[in-house]
């Protein structure tokens, strides 16, 4: 974890077929750029068995940021 985020924004949400929601978008962390994707179930609450007990933050390089995200047909999520 590279710290805590102090600003970030949401680009895409997208409906699982168990009511959960997965979002993507940008996080802030001492002042670098973060891939960030969440995942909350049906009833709004994190998933902490998703990403790194609840969100997935990843550093691909210069100003990082997932803006899209598809369903694929085994069920996977994939983050553009």
Known sequence: NPGSITNGDVYAAILQPDGGIVATGQ????????VIATRVDAGG???????TGGPAIVDIGGS?????????????????
Do not use: E, N
């Not at 996080?27 to 973060?34: H, K, L, M, T």
């Open 27 to 34: 996080a802030v962390i001492r002042g670098r750029s973060y």
């Open 64 to 80: 990082s940021m997932a803006t899209t995200l598809q369903r694929q047909a085994d069920g996977t999520t994939v983050l553009c």
């Open 45 to 51: 609450r994190p998933d902490l068995a998703f990403g």
